[in-house]
């Protein structure tokens, strides 16, 4: 006898995303990564070159956004998981985006504009007091933003594969949004600078305070184009409804029907081992990405002398090669699999490490130097983002504490390493001396061959105990 027709109520087995699902799910974290290019990449350039505020100074504003976002993190992916979505056409997830999105517009202008009401007189610890709170208030919004649009990957996705592909758009758009950042700024900066481009000692092509209104011109054009796109975003997507997940408690009945699903709390996460592996990998990943971002271009200024151009040209030219990477990330993932694309990743960028750790002066291979980094940060990238989404695999109820708790260790790593660098700045003057020269290019050698090596170990501790819950108990009380 054949099979019958399926039961009344059955559920039909879920439809892949349609390419304008995949498109407007991209486009979502567009603003959080045009703001996140400006400030790991110009925040402390901005400040330290342009502003001159001191190096600590300058260290303790990235530390103070890095801990807020941190702290923020966990505790929204908690609520975002807890919500149960009061708006008729938003999702839990997407009322959180939207609240991020919404701080995240009004705060960030005026972290790359002068200090209102602050005079040549004005002590430093007033403008670092100043800038504070619209850091705090940023981070708090694209800590919201960040965790809403990935806790939504679980979520949309219907296998592996579409996981993958939704990780890599969005890395790809993600791409896009450096791109545009440093196509700006590379524009901004040409109308000031010197036409001779090997004068690289021209005062004119040296950053100093005649480029305050390049910066503040590039953060008002980062938020215009980020709100097209989360409107997009608003408009394109749209999140499953789901029965909120309870906490277990006296007023519901003991006995569930044979058919409901045990839940995987957030307290259940923190007894898996695998939660920490993915975590340790995780992190190790974001400070390799995001220590070569905020450093390389403080590399190309001090340590290289190159003119102040390169501070866009260069950067673009890394997220150019990420961009072309990204869309092997798929057939690459299905070939070889999840760990051994990480580790040809890391092969990538532990070769850019030895490279400037061996060559005094890079000179045009610069260029090449900045390709192997960018697809290196790519591939690490995306594929970390995969092996979160296939630990949190089908427990997307609690998948936005899973990524905020990731998060949570990334951002707070991230700040304390700026800060201790920072700490570490060899010139006693606020000006770059001729230590420093040598310090920013070890700086580079650190963040990306020494985080790699750690981040071989996790890897390691993946192929040894793969990615699987071991202590959680579907049918054990809570």
């Not at 866009?312 to 997220?319: C, F, G, K, R, S």
């Amino acid at each position: 006898m054949g099979p019958g027709p399926p039961a009344a109520g059955a559920a039909a087995p879920p439809r892949p995303l349609s390419l304008s699902a995949r498109l407007s799910y991209a486009v979502g974290h567009f603003l959080n990564d045009l703001c996140a290019s400006m400030w790991f990449t110009y925040l402390l350039l901005y400040l330290h070159s342009v502003r001159a505020y001191s190096s600590r100074g300058a260290g303790l504003l990235l530390l103070l956004g890095q801990v807020a976002d941190g702290l923020c993190t966990p505790l929204v992916g908690y609520e975002a998981d807890r919500a149960a979505g009061r708006c008729v056409r938003c999702g839990p997830r997407k009322a959180w985006h939207l609240v991020g999105t919404v701080c995240v517009l009004l705060s960030f202008p005026f972290i790359f504009s002068p200090c209102l009401g602050c005079g040549p007189a004005t002590p430093e610890w007033a403008a670092l007091l100043y800038y504070g709170p619209f850091i705090v208030i940023f981070q708090f919004g694209w800590a919201a933003t960040q965790i809403a649009h990935l806790s939504l990957i679980p979520e949309l996705a219907t296998n592996d594969h579409e996981k993958v592909e939704l990780t890599a758009l969005r890395y790809a758009f993600t791409v896009v949004a450096n791109i545009t950042v440093y196509a700006a700024a590379w524009f901004l900066l040409h109308l000031q600078g010197s036409p001779n481009v090997e004068m690289a000692r021209d005062a004119s092509d040296q950053l100093g305070i005649q480029d305050v209104q390049v910066f503040q011109n590039l953060s008002l054009l980062v938020i215009g184009v980020g709100a097209v796109f989360s409107l997009l975003f608003h408009l394109g997507t749209r999140e499953g409804r789901r029965p909120q997940a309870e906490e277990p408690d006296e007023n519901r009945p003991l006995l569930a029907p044979t058919t409901a699903r045990p839940l995987l709390l957030w307290r259940h996460w923190l007894r898996e081992p695998a939660f920490y592996q993915v975590g340790l990998l995780y992190m190790s990943t974001r400070l390799i990405v995001n220590l070569s971002q905020t450093y390389i271009a403080m590399y190309l200024t001090y340590s290289l002398s190159l003119p102040k151009k390169f501070i866009a040209t260069i950067p673009l030219v890394m997220y150019l090669s990420g961009f072309c990477s990204s869309f092997l990330m798929k057939p690459v993932n299905k070939c070889i699999g999840r760990n051994l694309t990480y580790f040809t990743g890391l092969l990538v960028i532990l070769a850019f490490a030895a490279w400037v750790a061996l060559a005094d002066r890079l000179g045009m291979a610069v260029y090449a130097a900045a390709v192997l980094l960018g697809a290196g940060c790519a591939t690490i990238l995306v594929t970390s983002l995969a092996m979160t989404a296939d630990l949190i695999g089908p427990h997307t109820h609690s998948g936005a504490f899973v990524y905020g708790a990731m998060s949570f260790s990334d951002k707070v790593a991230n700040g304390l390493a700026v800060m201790a660098i920072q700490s570490l700045y060899p010139c006693s003057l606020e000006i770059c001396c001729r230590a420093c020269m040598g310090f920013y290019r070890w700086v580079m050698v650190a963040a990306t061959g020494g985080v790699g090596v750690a981040a071989t170990l996790c890897l390691c501790s993946l192929l040894i105990w793969p990615i699987r819950l071991r202590s959680w108990d579907p049918g054990a009380q809570p």
